[in-house]
């Protein structure tokens, strides 16, 4: 299970080539983890700058805070900079008749709790009538809640007769 911060930061870029890398190599450098960029061309400001909304993720405060410094010292507009909420991650491998047990259902039943959610899936089916293998990652507002989360999901693999290998990316500490 890993813990991290997600950080959402809104820049103002001039509309010309290059502005969005001088924006996101700080991010980088810093070791910040780019999770999803939204480009707003159409919500230009007055002073003729794009809006980017840049979410990324940390494992601390500080290197927060190194990151937000950096995007200044280039001169970038910061217009605000957010912790969107502490995450934890962890993935699992399910074996067995998934698609058969109604899939959706099984990340439903995650995701209708409102704080933890399916965030990636890779499913393997072989063959029709054979087991498939499936690897979720599950993201949860905290490690409290991740447990429970994954708990729901041991549950549900129980009746559905799917087996639960947890977690393939870290030892749950």
Do not use: W, Y
């Not at 959610?117 to 393997?124: A, C, G, K, L, P």
């Not at 063959?127 to 979720?136: D, F, G, Q």
Request: charged fraction near 25%; proline fraction near 4%; hydrophobic fraction near 40%.
């Amino acid at each position: 299970m890993s813990i991290m911060a997600v950080i959402s930061v809104v820049v103002e870029l001039q509309d010309k080539p290059g502005q969005l890398l001088k924006a996101l190599e700080p991010i980088s450098r810093e070791g910040g983890n780019i999770l999803s960029i939204i480009h707003q061309r159409d919500k230009m400001t007055p002073l003729k700058k794009v809006p980017v909304e840049i979410s990324f993720s940390v494992d601390n405060q500080k290197t927060a805070l190194r990151i937000l410094n950096r995007l200044r010292e280039e001169g970038l507009s910061v217009k605000s900079f957010n912790e969107v909420r502490l995450l934890a991650t962890t993935s699992v491998m399910i074996i067995g008749h998934i698609v058969k047990t109604d899939l959706s259902d099984t990340i439903n039943r995650i995701d209708s709790t409102g704080f933890a959610e399916v965030v990636d899936m890779e499913i393997t089916m072989p063959e029709v009538n054979k087991p498939s293998t499936a690897m979720i990652t599950i993201s949860a507002t905290g490690k409290e809640k991740l447990e429970e989360a994954l708990e729901i999901l041991k549950s549900v693999c129980r009746d559905k007769h799917l087996l639960l290998i947890e977690p393939v990316n870290e030892e749950l500490s």
